[in-house]
Structure formats: C-alpha cells, structure tokens
C-alpha cells in the first residue's frame, strides 16, 4: 500500500488486458483486493522499455504488447476496456512478497 496499511486479500482469478495495439494478454492468479483504488501490475510480469518524453514500451517474453505513460507519478498503461467504464491499469514495482511471513 506504499505505507502501514493493510487490506485483506478477497480472491484469486485472473484479468485481461487489451491493450490499444490490439494486443490480449491474460493475467493469471490475480489478487482481488477490493480496498486497493488502483489496478496494479507488477513490473516482473511486463517488461519496460523507457523512451523519451516520459513514454514506454511494454512487452511480455520479448513481443510487443502496448504502451504506457507517466501519471500521477506513476505508469500508465494504454488500454481499451469499451465495455468498463473508468478501467484504469497501473505499473508498479516492488521487491517484497506477499506471502513471506517472515
């Protein structure tokens, strides 16, 4: 949550991007926590390739899947959602784990 907050995790499915290149890409064991405001990805499951102007490449196992932008300090993903109104995806970084309880 970026401070001492916690929220409980609700469920575990999976996500589809589509991305405004026209490119699908299914998310597998997904989170759902409802008390997150954003929609978050994680930077291990697209890569990212920064390039002038604050703009970005995204890709998955070396193809081509879409871009991003810089908002609100962070990355904004180019996606269509026509049928979901307000979908926002979000990129995110993190070196911890979740599920280490230690």
């Given at each position: ?57 995204f890709s998955r196992h070396g193809s081509f899947m879409g871009f991003g932008y810089v ?32």
């Open positions: 949550m970026g401070n001492v907050a916690t929220e409980p995790i609700k469920g575990l499915g999976y996500v589809l991007l589509y991305f405004t290149s026209e490119k699908l890409l299914c998310l597998n064991h997904v989170l759902h926590v409802p008390g997150i405001r954003k929609n978050l990805v994680s930077e291990i499951v697209l890569n990212i390739v920064v390039t002038n102007n604050d703009k970005y490449i908002c609100n300090g962070m990355i904004r993903l180019n996606i269509n959602y026509p049928f979901i109104d307000n979908f926002v995806c979000m990129a995110s970084t993190s070196t911890s784990n979740i599920f280490n309880k230690s």
